[in-house]
């Protein structure tokens, strides 16, 4: 019988200082041409040290520019426009210039290097890129990163907004992966073990990690750690399972119904604390890490409106009609939306 092939990162660099190695790292890999796309304004910011880097190492740059656009068209054009001899597609900022280096990398089938400036979500490790389709955000099949590379002293720079995001989406992966079995139970998937197993530890060594401040190293380290270990997890499973489940559901459908919707790990920490009551699993442990980072003083400030996740939960069975999440149940959607009202923990991030 044949063994299961996955792909994972070939580079996984985490650390102070890492952003100077870029270049060596590239080289490493025996590519000597590079399309480079930083986000909105961070040519300013981190241009000159990436440069010096790839220099150093003996990289050519045949591309460098800042990217803002996730429109699938205007990606499409970019990807198809990259000169032949380039070798490897590097996205340097927040998720937009990430998902659209991952994308145009698919195309082209190319490698492509994930250095993320914030630890917003997972995204920066996994196989899938939100764009614009059509007028909404929309998840995408893209290219798993041959290189992770973050550099903890940029993470720590950027804005705590970030950091709450991507606390938001690390801590989902509990109500993911309790929606995982329940969908094993009804007989509507069959679990792959090995996904479940690191895709918990990820989880639970984050919520394990002592801090006295999120912007400590050691805590830093775990997040993004963590982070990538989800998107490994989702690679070996072969869909997003394993970190995305009925709290998912609910940001994208958030996505859909607002116009200015939330950071997403945002809106996902959100519906993970009310799905962990829905599910009765863990919830105490979800509302002790929220409320030791911060997390829920930030959500405070949002001025978040309780009938928009009201209409999100009745939305997100359709958001992906093949999943059977807690849900795609009516009695629980209706659990929801009590617990939705009734929460004292919910009443504070409401405002009531």
Not at 187 to 213: C, E, H, W
Not at 217 to 232: P, Q, R, W
Request: glycine residues 8%.
């Amino acid at each position: 019988m044949a063994g299961s092939h996955i792909a994972i990162p070939t580079v996984l660099k985490v650390g102070k200082g890492t952003l100077k190695n870029l270049g060596s790292y590239i080289k490493s890999g025996g590519m000597e041409h590079a399309v480079i796309y930083f986000g909105n304004g961070l040519i300013d910011m981190f241009g000159t040290e990436v440069m010096q880097s790839l220099q150093d190492a003996g990289v050519h740059v045949t591309e460098y520019r800042e990217l803002d656009s996730t429109k699938i068209e205007d990606i499409i054009d970019l990807a198809f426009a990259i000169e032949p001899k380039a070798q490897v597609i590097v996205g340097i900022g927040g998720g937009k210039v990430i998902d659209v280096a991952k994308y145009a990398a698919y195309l082209k089938k190319l490698p492509f290097i994930s250095v993320p400036t914030s630890a917003s979500s997972d995204g920066f490790s996994s196989a899938s890129a939100s764009l614009i389709v059509n007028g909404r955000r929309t998840s995408v099949p893209a290219r798993l990163a041959y290189g992770i590379v973050v550099d903890t002293d940029i993470i720590k720079s950027a804005p705590e907004k970030f950091l709450y995001s991507g606390i938001g989406d690390l801590v989902s992966k509990i109500t993911a992966l309790y929606d995982w079995v329940y969908e094993d139970k009804c007989g509507y998937t069959t679990l792959n073990d090995f996904a479940m197993m690191i895709a918990k530890k990820a989880v639970n060594s984050f919520v394990r990690t002592p801090f006295q401040s999120i912007q400590d190293d050691l805590f830093l380290k775990e997040l993004v750690d963590s982070l990538a270990m989800s998107g490994i997890a989702n690679e070996i499973a072969g869909s997003s399972a394993p970190t995305s489940g009925s709290e998912h559901l609910i940001s994208h459908a958030l996505d859909k119904i607002l116009e200015q919707p939330q950071l997403h790990g945002i809106q996902v920490g959100i519906a993970t604390y009310l799905m962990s009551r829905v599910q009765d699993h863990r919830y105490q442990r979800v509302n002790t890490v929220f409320a030791e980072t911060g997390f829920w003083d930030y959500v405070a400030t949002l001025d978040l409106k309780r009938e928009d996740f009201k209409e999100a939960i009745d939305l997100a069975p359709s958001i992906k009609p093949f999943r059977h999440t807690y849900l795609h149940e009516e009695k629980y959607r209706e659990l929801a939306k009590q617990i939705l009202w009734e929460d004292e923990v919910l009443k504070k991030v409401f405002g009531c």
